[in-house]
């Protein structure tokens, strides 16, 4: 039951990255595709019916990862404390950015949503990514569970540890670069005109970015972390994931130079996926590893609810998800229309 | 309160209370913007429409802000109140996690659909996502009533060797008698603020003389509904929930009314200044016997006062405990009385001509918001000194291990963030209402 609810609460990030990760990524590429205000626009409008509906998903992601793990939960949201209540400010900012953009048209102010746009994307999927590289490091849990990190010490991944070494950093670059190449085909598929080429052209240019710290994140990891070696050593067939991940990133590399814009999006979110798989492959079975000893790691065991808990709670998750992404499903296709350079309003 | 634990608590006690002057306005309005929905489709007039149409924008920026201000208090639980989440994460656990899957999925993505789909979507569909919207929010209330009615009374748990507490049973949780009472007292006081809001700018409408006929709609539906709301909020909601209170709080209910001694034929006070070192009332204002009529239906009845109670489970904030008390009740009184007249003479159709009566009415705008919010601080000062009633005090839940310093950083940060919310929504939604209900077809 423990080992369901891990792949469950790790699928369910991953749903969150691969649908939010599209409009952060267009974010994060706001400032470097268009040209003028009409293709700014055009991107806006590619987003605007959803990334409220996918940040969901991070929001319900939380929550599940408390209902079912709550030690996990306590201790890394406690741990985390200034990287998450930054990730909050990020997340109020982007979100006020995105909202007062429309409301509050205005030639002096205009510049002040984009610029808090952009900047609150990219540093998202920046601190993401290092909290997913803090994560496969390990951390620094004393006795009662409990840890503290500050946001920097040295940069080294000995000694004192901090939430930024040179480590999490990589894994970080990793993701804004993996979320850009994401974003930059998502805009490929949703718009049309100039802004779609550059999108395709970014994207062939960004793949190989990413297939590089792809493959040099994960060799750090598995030097980095012994038990992410154990776990390859024990159970073998977890080398998929990394295959599968790159695999899908070749097969979105040639269906961007076909111009098949739908199934390049698709394999990045395969990547990403795969990737993420990677990565919980890696942690299994502990959800927070300690550096101090293996044994004071939080793990499904040690951490989850009781079974009471864990079976209801499944009876009410599957179909309260299978609802949610019904929905998503259900706006995506009623908004599935591209967004031509013409369009001014958002494409409601 | 420059201890880590003080700031944990203002930290919570400012996010919270900012952001439910949000939720508040928008779990009204989604029942007014349904009824308007439904009577554009049984009087089959497109004003209705109009009208929802335009509280669904005042809508929807409220909503913007009390997404981004509703994410912290959920990410609060891990960071500031650790130790609460460990122990208790496992039940509270459960309906935090409800509250994302089921209501912010619903709410989120049919608000989108009901702004922007009015002509795609036909009168039935549009509807249906104004029902949905609705569903949505007010769901989310209950799970959240339920995760909060757990602290006030506990129940569906165990407690496991090593100190954990473990979940029992989940429809005990979901139908905890207190969560009932509670969900129903506050979710009629959100509608006493969405009706008083509606009336309030239908009344400014119509005093300017601007937007008639919809300021009359606004200002006919706003009294009817916050009328009856008003009264619902004093019987049966508020006495469940002050039966709720004498049965399982006591002492909060002693501290809220502020008897320090236990006494037959005790006093209602209506004003005074709790003196906790002299235990007394400082000039108090008090209807003799009052209290012991309301509470045992005898005039000379005993009422146990805080003496009766060990003073350290006495409310550790007591005297805001009894203003905030006493400011929900005065001001819920004041709504029943006025909003009593504006309908009489809605009733007597005399109100359209009565200035007097107009203004009054858009005057009421902020007081429903100032008795949710006293409201809010009753119940939760009322808990304390206790996190989990009975079962965990609140020093025991922080995040020990978090230093003052880093507290106090990010309670800064988030006053001066919402201090620029604030301007920005105030300047938002002054423009949409100057810009009115009109539709130009």
């Keep these: 039951m423990a080992t369901i609810w891990f792949w469950l609460v790790a699928a369910i990030f991953a749903v969150y990255v691969l649908l939010d990760g599209y409009d952060l990524g267009a974010g994060i590429l706001y400032f470097v595709l268009p040209q003028d205000v009409q293709e700014k626009k055009q991107i ?207 097969v979105c590399a040639a269906a961007i130079r076909t111009g098949r814009q739908l199934k390049a999006f698709f394999a990045s979110s395969v990547f990403h996926a795969a990737m993420l798989g990677t990565a919980a492959f890696t942690l299994f079975p502990y959800v927070l590893r300690s550096n101090v000893d293996p044994n004071l790691g939080l793990t499904i065991y040690n951490s989850n609810p009781g079974d009471y808990a864990m079976k209801i709670a499944l009876g009410w998750w599957i179909p309260g998800i299978a609802l949610a992404a019904a929905y998503s499903i259900y706006t995506h296709r009623r908004f599935a229309a591209k967004v031509t350079s013409e369009q001014h309003a958002q494409p409601y | 309160m420059d201890s880590a634990y003080g700031l944990h608590r203002l930290q919570f006690a400012f996010t919270i209370t900012y952001h439910y002057l949000f939720p508040q306005l928008t779990m009204g309005l989604a029942l007014l913007i349904l009824i308007l929905k439904t009577l554009a489709l049984l009087k089959n007039n497109e004003k209705y429409d109009d009208a929802a149409q335009f509280w669904a924008r005042i809508f929807a920026i409220n909503f913007a802000v009390g997404v981004v201000t509703g994410i912290p208090m959920e990410f609060q639980f891990g960071t500031n109140w650790s130790r609460f989440s460990r122990s208790a994460g496992g039940i509270i656990g459960q309906t935090l996690a409800l509250e994302g899957v089921y209501s912010f999925f619903l709410e989120s993505s049919f608000l989108g659909l009901f702004l922007f789909g009015r002509s795609r979507l036909g009168r039935w569909g549009h509807w249906f996502s104004a029902l949905l919207v609705f569903l949505g929010s007010w769901l989310s209330g209950f799970f959240i009533i339920c995760t909060d009615a757990w602290m006030q009374y506990p129940v569906g748990y165990s407690i496991a060797t090593d100190g954990k507490l473990e979940l029992s049973s989940l429809s005990a949780v979901l139908m905890n008698p207190w969560a009932f009472w509670q969900y129903l007292h506050n979710m009629t006081g959100a509608v006493v603020t969405g009706s008083a809001v509606m009336a309030s700018i239908g009344a400014f409408y119509l005093l300017e003389s601007r937007h008639v006929e919809h300021g009359r709609i606004f200002v006919r539906l706003g009294v009817t509904v916050g009328f009856i709301a008003s009264v619902l909020m004093l019987f049966p909601t508020g006495d469940g929930q002050g039966k709720m209170l004498g049965m399982h709080q006591p002492v909060t209910l002693a501290a809220m009314e502020g008897v320090f001694q236990t006494q037959n034929g005790a006093p209602m006070a209506v004003l005074g200044q709790p003196d906790i070192e002299r235990r007394r009332l400082d000039n108090p204002i008090e209807i003799p016997r009052m209290l012991s009529f309301l509470t045992y239906k005898r005039w000379s009845a005993q009422v146990k006062g805080l003496d009766a109670f060990p003073r350290e489970d006495w409310p550790d904030n007591m005297p805001l405990l009894f203003y905030c008390f006493h400011i929900m009740i005065g001001l819920g009184t004041i709504f029943i009385a006025i909003l009593g007249v504006e309908a009489l003479l809605l009733w007597r159709d005399i109100i359209w001509n009565s200035r007097a009566a107009l203004w009054t009415l858009m005057m009421l705008l902020p007081f429903p918001f100032i008795a949710n919010t006293a409201g809010w601080i009753t119940a939760e000062v009322g808990r304390q000194p206790w996190l989990i009633y009975g079962v965990m005090r609140t020093e025991r839940g922080t995040a020990a291990h978090l230093s003052a310093g880093n507290v106090l950083f990010t309670l800064i940060g988030f006053m001066g963030i919402y201090a620029v919310i604030s301007v920005l929504f105030l300047y938002v939604v002054y423009r949409e209402i100057e810009r009115g209900p009109e539709v130009v077809h």
């Excluded at chain 1, 429309?102 to 002040?112: D, E, F, G, R, S």
Aim: proline share 5%; aromatic share 14%.
């Design chain 1, 44 to 250: 806006l409008s590619s987003i605007g019916p959803f990334w409220d509906a996918n940040e969901v998903w991070l929001i319900a992601g939380g929550g599940t990862l408390f209902c079912v793990f709550p030690p996990a939960y306590a201790a890394s949201f406690s741990g985390f404390y200034l990287p998450l209540i930054i990730v909050l400010w990020l997340l109020i900012a982007r979100g006020l950015s995105i909202e007062f953009h429309h409301y509050i048209k205005h030639p002096v102010w205009t510049p002040l949503w984009d610029a808090g746009f952009f900047a609150s994307s990219l540093l998202l999927a920046l601190f993401f990514g290092v909290a997913l590289g803090n994560l496969l490091r390990g951390l620094p849990l004393n006795k009662d569970a409990e840890f503290f990190l500050p946001l920097w010490t040295n940069f080294s991944i000995q000694g004192e540890l901090g939430v930024l070494d040179w480590y999490t950093i990589s894994v970080g670059l990793l993701t804004v670069a993996g979320i850009a190449l994401h974003g930059a085909l998502w805009i490929a598929y949703k718009v049309s005109g100039r802004l779609e080429e550059a999108a395709s052209t970014f994207a062939r240019r960004a793949i190989w970015m990413v297939a590089a710290l792809a493959v040099w994140v994960t060799l750090a990891t598995f030097s980095v972390q012994q038990h992410a070696r154990h776990q390859l050593e024990s159970q073998p067939i977890g080398v998929l994931f990394p295959i599968v991940a790159l695999a899908a990133l070749a």
